[in-house]
């Protein structure tokens, strides 16, 4: 089954209530935690890797807190997933580097095709930002793709 960890769903629940206060603002990661239903053990690994990756800043002490290091439209799904997970791949013959790797990598019909699903999901992520998602939360409608 191909999901997400759930540090990375956490992660993501971090930016979301970030970018729900919007720029500028500082959050404690406390409030957070308690807003987000995210368990103390993950918050601090969770806060460290997301700033490691500049996708929040940090300010310590007793008025500093959490804040996104830009507007939440710069920010998409697909940079915190692949903060916490890597690199997105359906299916380890997309990293097949070597003919040695796959044995079938020079004459294979499915590998083209894993190669069109991966570009279609990476693409759809990298077009959902955090302004979009709090939009959403917030009831805001918002263009539906259309599926085939």
């Known amino acids: 089954m191909l999901k ?3 540090q990375t769903d956490y992660a993501v629940r971090v930016v979301l209530a970030l ?3 919007g720029e500028g603002v500082r959050r404690s990661s406390a409030d957070i935690q308690q807003e987000m239903l995210i368990p103390k053990a993950f918050m601090t690994r969770i806060v ?3 700033s490691h990756h500049g996708l929040i800043n940090t300010f310590p002490g007793r008025d500093g807190g959490l804040m996104l290091p830009c507007p939440a439209s710069k920010i998409t799904l697909k940079d915190v997933v692949e903060a916490f997970e890597g690199p997105i791949l359906l ?3 997309m990293q097949a580097k ?3 790797d796959c044995p079938f990598q020079s004459n294979c019909p499915v590998r083209s095709k894993w190669g ?3 570009v ?3 693409r759809e992520m990298a077009s959902i930002t955090f302004e ?3 939009k959403e939360t917030l009831g805001i409608p918002m263009a539906v793709p259309s599926f085939v």
Do not use: F, P, T, W
Request: hydrophobic fraction near 45%; charged fraction near 35%; proline fraction near 0%.
């Open 132 to 134: 979009d998602l709090v």
């Open 91 to 93: 299916s380890e013959c």
């Open 120 to 122: 279609a999901m990476l």
């Open 48 to 50: 460290a890797q997301l």
């Open 19 to 21: 970018a729900k206060r």
């Open 98 to 100: 070597a003919e040695d």
């Open 4 to 6: 997400i960890n759930r």
């Open 116 to 118: 069109r699903v991966q």
